[in-house]
Structure formats: structure tokens, C-alpha cells
């Protein structure tokens, strides 16, 4: 059983090797691309705030969602310049037989291409379709809530909107859906706060607005739209999944960090966050398109984020020389392509061997017969298909004495002939070719 499915798998290799080494040239690209984004965090970590840590993984979010059209767009965007180069990133080498099979199913679609193209637009309308439904649940939310705000929470709320600066009509309403403040819309952005809230803790109720105003300064709805629309079109893709998270995360913290910026203190500002996490124990906390202002899975991280925040230096200009260097591969990975290398297997092919059929007398040179020296050289070389000594490839291995006998038998090697070695009917060219010349004094 077991050996007839492993001679299955090794077929279904076969026959699309193309596909395979595709799908490992693509993740190998995108592993890069985290991996580069990840030491960015590291190595400047005592110089990047949240903000700057948001718009990295903004940036890694895009070139991994253009990634899987970077090679078709190369030539649009840069013309010839690189249209006869061959930059590749991963190069594997592959029997010919294989490599032509495997470009035969590909011009061939066949069922297995039908059920991909399937499978990956039904789970593109699984995530289509949650996002419309979440966009609906989202409306349901604006209807229903109530835009009746205590006077004395108004005022706070347009001091704060004021303070920000914030040139937007921003609404504020109260729901008996909502377990957390839950901020959306771009033109005419509304938060809504759950009506448990306790309006009397001023303190409180100035955090979490200015939290939410924040967000809405940031424009963090539509950068969470668009960043699930890119992740959406690359679900098979694990590492977009992963730096949309991220995403998300940074955000968060940005957020929080502004509070702070604002003047609340760390401990105040946690043990708020901590309150308004009780009421979400036993709700559901991450709709989609109206993002909680506390969600479980993150509220241990915005704690420790906020208890332990650090004061941020510049960064000098040499960490951003050196780090500038290591965003070299990113350039590459999305303008290179990969490439498999067919090799024929010459096994069973009828092969004649490579026959030297004329050779040159080195002349003995004067200044070393006339003294009595004796010697030898050894070279290697290629002989091409036409039976001559390439003169490129010629390699003094070995001289006794060291130089005294090279021209010479560099002279008389050039005027070798040779009968090409021929594999299955064609001449071809053998490389690592050997041959000495002895220069003895006869007597």
C-alpha cells in the first residue's frame, strides 16, 4: 500500500515538476521577504516605534501580494533592461525527458488544473463572501445603535476631537451588540461603544476615545480592507496571513502608544484595558470590518506592550546604510524568476570517445638545451565540438622547472587535433582534457 502510494506521489512529481518548483521558487521568495522584515524589527528595534514597525508590514504585506505577478510585470515596468538577462533566485537541474513531459502537461491543462483553478477561486469566494457579510453585520451595527450621547460625554469627545486635530465629522453611538468600542467608515467614521461602559470613569472614556480617534486619524479601516483583499487574493499563502497579523498588531499598538503620548499613564491605561476585556469573555470580539478595541488573542501583548514600552532613539546613519544592503534580496526575489535546468541522461546513448588524431613537437627552447635542462608541463583543456583545443580553457597544472617550457608547449598545443567525442550521433565538446610534454636531452 505504502509503496503504491509513493510511486503515485513520485508520478504526480513528474508530471508536473514545473508547478513544484514554481510553488518552492514562490515560498522561498516570500520566506525571504518576512525573514528580512523580522531582522529590520530586530536590528533596529531600539529605533522603531509602532508606527514605523506598522508601515514595514504594510510594505511586506504588498510585495508579498504582487509577488506571484512580479515576474510578469518585469518587462512592462522595465522595458529591455533586463529582458536579456536571466536572473534567477532558485535553479534546479532536471533530466531532459522530464523537463519536456512536464512542459507538455502545462501547454495540456489536464483535470488536476481544472480542480486548482477551482479550488482556488471557491476558497477566494469563502473569504469574499465573509467580508460581504461582515460589511452587512457592519450596517446592522450603524442602524441599530443610538446617537443620543450624555452632554457631559459629548463635551469630552469633541475636546478630544479637537485636541487631535481631527478635520472629520466624526458620530458617536452606544449598542447593546457591542462587548468592546468598535471603531469603522472612512468618510464619515463612527465609533460605537457598548452600553455597558462606565461613562462616569472620565479617565477611561477619554483612553478608549482617544484609541478609537486615533484609528480614524490613521486610517486604519482601509488598511485593514485593503490588506485583507491582498491576503484574500493569496490565501494559499502563509506568510501574507502572517504579516497581515502583524499588521493588525502594530496598529494596535500605535494606538496605544498615542494614549500614552497623550498623557495617561501605563498603569491606568491596562488595568482600563483589563476592565473592558471582561465584558468579551463570553463574546465574540474580531468582526471582521469593525475590529474590537480589545480582543482576547491580543490583550496580553498590548499589556506587556504598554507596561514595558520604550523611549525610542534615532537611529544613526549607518544602521541604515548597512540594513539598506540587506533589502538587496527583496529587489531580486521580486524581479527574478526561476529556473529549471534540463540536463540529458547520456546513459543509453551509443558514445565514441574522444581520439586525439594530430599532435605538435614542442620546440626544445635554446636556454634550457644549451645548459642541459631537463622538464616536463601538464595542462588540462576543452576540445569543442570541432576536434579543436579551445585556447580559452587552456590550465598550466603542473611545470618542472616553473615557466622555462610554457610557451613552448602552449605553441605546439594550439596546432592539436582531435576526432569530438559523439553522444547519440552529435558531436560534443569534452572539457578537463589532459596532456604533458616531456622535454628529456637525448644522448
Not at 47 to 75: C, E
Not at 248 to 258: G, S, T, V
Not at 318 to 328: A, E, N, P, W
Amino acid at each position: 500500500m505504502i509503496a503504491e502510494i509513493t510511486e503515485q506521489l513520485a508520478a504526480l512529481l513528474e508530471n508536473n515538476i514545473i508547478v513544484v518548483f514554481t510553488l518552492i521558487d514562490f515560498l522561498s521568495k516570500c520566506a525571504i521577504l518576512v525573514l528580512l522584515i523580522k531582522y529590520t524589527e530586530r536590528t533596529l528595534y531600539p529605533y522603531l516605534t509602532s508606527l514605523h514597525k506598522h508601515k514595514l508590514w504594510m510594505i511586506a504585506t504588498i510585495l508579498l501580494g504582487i509577488l506571484p505577478l512580479s515576474s510578469m510585470l518585469l518587462i512592462p515596468l522595465f522595458g529591455e533592461l533586463f529582458s536579456s538577462s536571466n536572473l534567477t533566485f532558485i535553479t534546479i537541474l532536471v533530466p531532459s525527458g522530464l523537463a519536456n513531459n512536464a512542459a507538455v502537461s502545462i501547454s495540456e491543462p489536464n483535470n488536476w488544473f481544472n480542480f486548482v483553478y477551482i479550488g482556488y477561486f471557491s476558497v477566494l469566494s469563502y473569504f469574499l463572501i465573509r467580508f460581504a457579510a461582515s460589511f452587512r453585520r457592519v450596517l446592522t451595527i450603524k442602524k441599530t445603535s443610538d446617537y443620543h450621547v450624555p452632554q457631559e460625554v459629548l463635551i469630552v469627545f469633541k475636546r478630544l476631537i479637537n485636541t487631535l486635530g481631527l478635520q472629520q465629522e466624526v458620530r458617536l453611538g452606544f449598542s447593546l451588540g457591542a462587548s468592546s468600542p468598535i471603531t469603522f467608515g472612512v468618510r464619515n467614521p463612527i465609533i460605537i461603544l457598548p452600553t455597558s461602559i462606565d461613562l462616569n470613569d472620565i479617565l477611561l472614556l477619554e483612553n478608549v476615545l482617544i484609541h478609537e480617534l486615533i484609528h480614524i486619524q490613521r486610517r486604519d479601516w482601509m488598511t485593514h480592507i485593503f490588506g485583507y483583499l491582498i491576503a484574500s487574493a493569496n490565501w494559499f499563502n502563509p506568510f501574507i496571513w502572517r504579516s497581515l497579523t502583524k499588521l493588525r498588531l502594530e496598529a494596535e499598538f500605535a494606538c496605544d502608544d498615542a494614549v500614552l503620548d497623550y498623557g495617561a499613564r501605563r498603569e491606568d491605561f491596562a488595568l482600563h484595558l483589563v476592565k473592558i476585556a471582561r465584558n468579551c469573555v463570553d463574546t465574540d470580539t474580531r468582526e471582521l470590518l469593525a475590529r474590537a478595541a480589545v480582543d482576547g488573542n491580543d490583550l496580553a501583548l498590548r499589556v506587556e506592550h504598554i507596561l514595558h514600552r520604550d523611549d525610542y532613539a534615532l537611529p544613526n546613519k549607518k544602521s541604515f546604510g548597512l540594513l539598506s544592503l540587506m533589502y538587496i534580496p527583496i529587489v531580486f526575489a521580486l524581479i527574478s524568476v526561476g529556473n529549471i535546468f534540463a540536463i540529458e541522461d547520456e546513459t543509453n546513448y551509443a558514445t565514441e570517445n574522444l581520439t586525439l588524431i594530430h599532435s605538435e613537437t614542442p620546440i626544445y627552447p635554446e636556454s634550457a638545451s644549451d645548459r642541459g635542462i631537463q622538464g616536463y608541463t601538464r595542462y588540462s583543456f576543452t576540445v569543442d565540438e570541432n576536434g579543436e583545443v579551445d585556447q580559452a580553457t587552456i590550465k598550466l597544472m603542473k611545470s618542472e622547472p616553473n615557466f622555462l617550457f610554457n610557451q613552448s608547449s602552449e605553441e605546439a598545443l594550439s596546432g592539436f587535433k582531435f576526432k569530438p567525442r559523439k553522444v547519440n550521433g552529435k558531436h560534443r565538446a569534452t572539457s578537463g582534457v589532459t596532456y604533458s610534454f616531456d622535454y628529456l636531452i637525448k644522448i
